[in-house]
């Protein structure tokens, strides 16, 4: 009976010990996956800085007056660097510029430095230069170039600056949110932040830049990623017929001479590009184990082209069989060709697909609040720990 007994008690404190590994471990495990490691991948200008700057915006703090004003001088870079790309793009595109309008925006044209068009005394626009932009901005000619502004690089921030040329010419002008949000500076290197997102749940945030030659610096990025959150830029369809694009684990790249091209390569469709991109990070072993986040943004821009009648998608994705100027149709195509892809690789695997507009403040809250709370919430599940 003594001998029974003293069995039963080592039997119990064995069972304390390994109950208590037990919490140990699921506390350590619990630790861990209360910082998620997100990457931001996409190509470039698909809006992934924006999206950090929204969420800095949900999960930290608001902007001080200090840090808006330090974006006066991109957004006034952004505006000549809009205005240049105009101007150029009228001898390309043979529209005629009034020759009063040619003779006041000549020297737009040849300012180098952003310095250049900075009052010196207030840090605000000068005089000469907002009456240059907004002389050029109210040009005849100048509408007919934006409507074919996918044929030439622009900055998809222009419209907006343009049309708040007034307020930002002001020298008491202070940057608002949005105009932070709309601004437009090419990412070099990785930056990293930190955001609590839920209670307790950490994210960290790695941001880096998608152009082709900043590429080559994700790979260094690809370890013991939770969150991967792909941007892809809605509108980059192209504006003009071309050859088939066949979507499948061997799809065919096409590439057309006079469509909506890369910044970085003007022969490169941009579209072709995202789903080249796409098809390879969902294919990746290094993301094996990710929780995929898909964005398809700019569906602000996307909608106005759609609706415009001027870029149909039939006409230039031969695989598009749905109406024409139907803006729900166009989406779920685009929606249903991302997630096509992804699914060929990896059948099983969730995804958590979300048409944005990242320049829009409420919208985008939405959209983040429901992935934090889906995604991370899934993580702990899938790791056992809720
Ligand atoms: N209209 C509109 N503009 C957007 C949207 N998202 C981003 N932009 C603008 O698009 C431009 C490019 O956005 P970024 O966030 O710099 O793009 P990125 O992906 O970080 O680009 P890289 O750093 O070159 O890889 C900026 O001027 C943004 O304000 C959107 O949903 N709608
Ligand atoms: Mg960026």
Known sequence: MGCSQSVDAAAAADTRVSQAIEEELKRARREEAMETKCLLLGPGESGKSTIVKQMRLVYSSPYTTAELLSFRETIFSNLLQSAQSLLSSFSALKIRLPADVKEETRWLREVDETEE?????????????????????????TKEAMRRSAEFQLNDSA???????????????????????????????????????????????????????????WVHQFENIGMLLYALSCPSFPEQPRPTLIVGRRFVV???????????????????????????????????????????????????????????????????????SNVAAAKSYMLDTFTALYKQHTPERALFAHFTQATDKVSTQVVLGAVMTGVLTSTLQEMGLL
């Open 117 to 141: 068009v900075v009052d010196p005394e207030t840090g605000g626009l000068r005089s000469e230069a907002a009456q240059a932009l907004g002389r050029l901005w109210e040009a005849e000619g």
């Open 254 to 324: 096409a590439v057309s001479e006079y469509n909506q091209t890369l910044f970085e390569d003007s022969r490169q469709n941009r579209l072709d590009e995202s789903l080249e991109l796409w098809e390879m990070i969902s294919a990746s072993r290094w993301f094996r184990r990710s929780t995929f986040v898909l964005f398809l943004n700019k569906t602000d821009i996307f909608e106005r082209k759609i609706l415009s009648g001027f870029a149909p998608l039939a006409a230039s994705v031969p695989n598009y069989r749905g109406p024409p």
């Open 159 to 217: 419209e907006y600056f343009f049309t708040h040329l007034a307020r930002i010419a002001s020298p008491s002008y202070l940057p608002t949110e949005e105009d932070v949000l709309r601004t437009r500076v090419r990412s070099i290197g990785v930056v990293e932040q930190t955001f609590e997102v839920l209670k307790g749940r950490k994210l960290r945030v790695v941001d880096v830049g998608g152009q082709r030659s900043e590429r080559k610096k």
